[in-house]
């Protein structure tokens, strides 16, 4: 759920993120930096070089270069997250979790 937009005008974007328990997503955001709080829930972010970094609650996890990533959800629940997206996003942007290269925008 994005909670501020850059129709808000405040240069940032919150959202409040469900990690589905289980899952796994390859991500990646080609125009903005993006810092992430865990709030509950556990799981990784994964680079694509290999090394993984646990999270849990009270985690926060920065991917300042545009990074490619995995992120992963622990099967024992969701995880949640607040994200913090600069520039902000418009609102719009969509993840196709689908496509085989993963998801970017």
Do not use: W
């Not at 993120?17 to 799981?43: K, M």
């Not at 545009?66 to 992120?71: A, G, K, S, V």
Request: net charge negative; hydrophobic share 30%.
């Amino acid at each position: 759920h994005r909670l501020l937009t850059s129709h808000d005008g405040m240069g940032f974007t919150i959202c409040h993120t469900v990690v589905r328990a289980g899952s796994e997503s390859r991500l990646q955001y080609r125009r903005h930096l993006e810092a992430c709080y865990c709030i509950s829930g556990t799981g990784e972010v994964e680079d694509m070089t290999g090394t993984v970094h646990r999270v849990e609650p009270g985690t926060v996890y920065v991917l300042d270069a545009h990074d490619d990533h995995f992120l992963r959800a622990d099967s024992a629940g969701d995880m949640v997250l607040v994200s913090v997206f600069n520039p902000p996003l418009k609102g719009t942007e969509k993840h196709n979790l689908n496509g085989e290269g993963g998801s970017a925008y």
